[in-house]
């Protein structure tokens, strides 16, 4: 599964990459979240930060988000004409600190308040699915996609969509 979505993000660093975009990674597990990978336009220093990504443990869903938050508030004023674009690649269960699901939720509609358009990868698997990728992008005010819906030659189609809706709002 893990691979599926390292793929699905590659594809979203290749496509950035084409449109002269920058790509920054923030990664969340265990305690904390940290960039992994400033903003930069170098898609071979992304993919390989993106292939040595450990997964597991728990997930502090909320710092990763505000981390995020304070990445693009500093993009925004390096170059205030870029529209920034957040993809959260998660299953939505926040697990780290106290009422996780709680504070992703805030740090979702604070993102949603300075208008970040926002897509949410849901990589939720299993009989069981609580919904809460789902959840988390109608708090981000995006959209939600699958990680089986989305495939490499949706992803481009994808990204424009969201930052074309993100413009007209």
Do not use: N, W
């Amino acid at each position: 599964r893990m691979s599926a979505v390292k793929g699905a993000v590659l594809s979203l660093l290749l496509d950035a990459y084409q449109r002269r975009d920058k790509v920054g990674l923030v990664t969340f597990r265990g305690k904390e979240a940290e960039v992994a990978l400033p903003p930069t336009s170098s898609v071979d220093a992304a993919a390989s930060r993106l292939e040595a990504l450990p997964t597991g443990g728990r997930t502090p869903l909320a710092a990763g988000l505000l981390k995020a938050h304070d990445v693009l508030r500093v993009e925004r004023l390096r170059d205030p004409s870029r529209r920034p674009l957040l993809v959260v690649v998660t299953d939505g269960r926040a697990t780290g600190g106290p009422e996780p699901v709680a504070l992703a939720g805030r740090a979702g509609r604070l993102h949603r308040s300075e208008g970040t358009a926002s897509v949410v990868v849901d990589c939720e698997s299993g009989y069981v699915r609580l919904g809460l990728a789902g959840e988390l992008a109608r708090e981000l005010g995006g959209t939600a996609v699958t990680l089986d819906e989305l495939r490499a030659d949706s992803i481009a189609g994808l990204v424009k969509d969201v930052t074309a809706a993100g413009r007209a709002a």
